[in-house]
């Protein structure tokens, strides 16, 4: 029997702030009412807070730096496994590639869950940063991430739903302001480029598939310049699935209702 599963995924950008925001990170968590939830830039070590959600399993991946990047997702159902960024080394090939994968994988930045039907991987992609300083480190993460999600497809024979901010603005209707970015972190040629080749790897990304022409829909704002009240923003967060089940979604949505962190949720429902 098919069965219906629903998704969020958020940038909480600092899960402590959020947890004493009103409404809460509980209190959110819950109104989502979700199977599962994953989170980016928890910004926790190990120990820092007890998330009280009852009916969750949890799964948690840390940075070794303190108060940076990490994700979590939380599972009514139990995995059946769980991996993390270092999973993703034997993709990275060899010399100062996999050097760079290296360092990033220390940063928390994957929960890969594997469930009866599926996958199900949290990604929170690094950051290629003012003037590109980081865009090696970038280049080297995409190509790995790629071989690491079609290697988990090719390996177990489960379609993929991975989902989480992956720090870049696809096409110019992904923006409010492309022309003036054009060349900054999120909407460089080179990062553009790699989300075509993720796609072109298999992957749908299912909110423009499902609305190929709606412009004005985002899921960060910068904190500067009013941008959230103006709407000055950027749809850097996803859910792509693999194309062999891009026909199960039954609905995709962008929730800019939901405030507490400098982005908001988005959500996936799927038949399998």
Same mark, same amino acid.
């Given at each position: 029997? #098919?069965?219906?599963?629903?998704?969020?995924?958020?940038?909480?950008?600092?899960?402590?702030?959020?947890?004493?925001?009103?409404?809460?990170?509980?209190?959110?968590?819950?109104? %989502?009412?979700?199977?599962?939830?994953?989170?980016?830039?928890?910004?926790?070590?190990?120990?820092?807070?007890? $998330?009280?959600?009852?009916? *969750?399993?949890?799964?948690?991946? *840390?940075?070794?730096?303190?108060?940076?990047? =990490?994700?979590?997702?939380?599972?009514?159902?139990? #995995?059946?496994? &769980?991996?993390?960024?270092?999973? /993703?080394?034997?993709?990275?090939? !060899?010399?100062?590639?996999?050097?760079?994968?290296?360092?990033?994988?220390?940063?928390?930045?994957?929960?890969?869950?594997?469930?009866?039907?599926?996958?199900?991987?949290?990604? *929170?992609?690094?950051?290629?940063?003012?003037?590109?300083?980081?865009? +090696? &480190?970038?280049?080297?993460?995409?190509?790995?991430?790629? =071989?690491?999600?079609?290697? /988990?497809?090719?390996?177990?024979?489960?379609? &993929?739903?991975?989902?989480?901010?992956?720090?870049?603005?696809?096409?110019?209707?992904? %923006?409010?302001? #492309?022309?003036?970015?054009?060349?900054?972190?999120?909407?460089?040629?080179?990062?553009?480029?790699?989300?075509?080749? %993720?796609?072109?790897? !298999?992957?749908?990304?299912?909110?423009?598939?499902?609305?190929? +022409?709606?412009?004005?829909?985002?899921?960060?704002?910068? *904190?500067?310049?009013?941008?959230?009240?103006?709407?000055?923003?950027?749809?850097?967060?996803?859910? /792509?699935?693999?194309?062999?089940?891009?026909?199960?979604?039954?609905?995709?949505?962008?929730?800019? +209702? $939901?405030?507490?962190?400098?982005?908001?949720?988005?959500?996936?429902?799927?038949?399998?």
């Amino acid at each position: 029997m #098919p069965q219906t599963y629903t998704f969020a995924s958020w940038n909480v950008n600092g899960l402590r702030a959020v947890l004493k925001k009103d409404p809460s990170f509980i209190q959110i968590a819950q109104e %989502l009412d979700v199977d599962i939830l994953a989170l980016q830039e928890t910004k926790l070590q190990e120990g820092q807070v007890d $998330i009280d959600l009852p009916g *969750y399993h949890q799964t948690w991946s *840390y940075a070794e730096r303190k108060g940076y990047s =990490g994700t979590a997702v939380f599972s009514r159902q139990e #995995p059946l496994r &769980v991996l993390r960024a270092d999973a /993703l080394l034997p993709y990275a090939g !060899g010399g100062e590639a996999a050097v760079l994968v290296a360092q990033a994988a220390t940063e928390g930045r994957v929960c890969a869950l594997e469930f009866d039907k599926f996958w199900f991987v949290d990604v *929170y992609t690094p950051n290629a940063q003012n003037e590109l300083a980081r865009i +090696d &480190v970038r280049m080297a993460w995409d190509d790995a991430y790629r =071989g690491f999600l079609n290697a /988990l497809e090719r390996e177990t024979g489960k379609p &993929v739903v991975t989902c989480g901010d992956f720090n870049v603005a696809h096409e110019e209707i992904d %923006l409010k302001n #492309p022309k003036s970015n054009r060349g900054n972190a999120g909407f460089s040629d080179e990062e553009r480029g790699k989300f075509t080749e %993720l796609l072109n790897a !298999g992957f749908t990304d299912t909110w423009r598939a499902a609305n190929p +022409d709606v412009e004005g829909v985002y899921s960060w704002w910068s *904190y500067r310049f009013n941008a959230r009240k103006n709407n000055a923003g950027w749809r850097i967060d996803y859910f /792509l699935v693999s194309d062999s089940i891009a026909a199960n979604v039954r609905d995709t949505g962008i929730r800019g +209702d $939901i405030f507490g962190s400098d982005h908001c949720p988005v959500t996936l429902t799927l038949e399998l």
